[in-house]
């Protein structure tokens, strides 16, 4: 098994393979949703910012934001905070206002909230996967790392013979993606551990282990299987046993979002990603252009993000960095699971929830997506919002 990050590494062919991480860039100031707001040198900062929290909307299921953070009043006039798109448009109509720029956002959470390739910022429900769980089976998960808030937790290390701790930053990376607070789709769901790769490989049968520990966990917690997704970035050749596995899974009410692959062939000769019952996820650049590397096929089920996306990762609390593979784009998929799985009735069963990413999905916008490959973007549906549940 590999990573299905952008470097492909050749294992044993029995092996199944994790796509490598590759650490393409890091501290960038990515902040999504945010803004900083210019205001002009005589301007009355104070009455400006009375104005601005009047327009706050304070129901709890609105849209995530969190209005002014900080305000400057001294040589630099101006705030930044989190608005929605009303808001900004009122601001940006005020005499006062010399700008508004935005934080840099991650890319992937921009496309995953917008049909058009003109958005701006991450837009979602507050909801944000509220209640909902996703066993990362991974390299494991730096659990400290400030972007989880204490949402990210050890479940089972398939590999006993080293440390449970992330040494490699692959599933960090990927869990950042799917529940961060800063880099993640579904914000407010957890996340458990399931260690299957040592380094940025491993066997399938620890995979089918690490598997195996995530079903009976989920199917034994009353509840637990309407809420939760099993996120696999990564792969090897195929194998009947591991398909066999995700496909019982299935059938237990357990989904798997897997990576196609980073090989550039039909995602049919991987496993996981040839499995039909599984969420077969590539990836696209930021002009929406496929990549180069991502598996294709009839075997895919949607394009996310893959290229240069940012996320949590390893060696401090405030880590983050950006890596390029299908990898990645399964974590927006996955957390894109949990999300509508909080927000929407009918995504309780795996059927179901994939029947609702595929239905949202955008069609036909994704360049040169590859022979026979279903030419569906992934798309949150905001602000359309169904039932809310939790809402009044
Ligand atoms: C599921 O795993 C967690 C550890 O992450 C453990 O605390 C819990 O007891 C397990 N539940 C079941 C039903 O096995």
Known sequence: MVLFTKLLIIVAAAAVVAFPPRRAADHADVVPGKYIVTLKGDADVESH????????????CSPHTKAVEKVWTESFKGYSGEFDEATLKQITSREDVVGIEPHNCPWGLISLSHREPDGRRYDYWGSAGEGTWVYVLDTGIYTENLDFEGRAHLGYNAIPSI?????????????????????GVAKNAQAIAVKVLDGDSGDTATVIDGLEWAVSNITKTPGRAANAVVSMSLGGPYSLALNTAVKNAYHAGVLSVVAAGNS????????????????????????????????????????AAGVDVESAYIGAPDAFAALSGTSMATSYIAGLALYLKRLEYGTESPGGVTARIQELATRDVVQESGPLTPNLLAYNNFPAQGPCPGCG
């Open 163 to 183: 440390p449970f701790e992330d040494t490699n930053g692959h599933g960090t990376h990927c869990a950042g993606t799917i529940i961060g607070k800063r880099f």
């Open 264 to 303: 550039g062939l039909p995602a049919e000769l991987f496993s996981p990603a040839s499995e039909s019952t599984a969420i077969t996820v590539a990836a696209i650049d930021v002009s929406r252009r496929k990549a180069g590397f991502a598996n294709f096929g009839a075997s895919v089920d949607v394009f």
């Open 49 to 60: 910012i009375a104005w601005v929290k009047s327009l706050h909307p304070r129901n709890s």
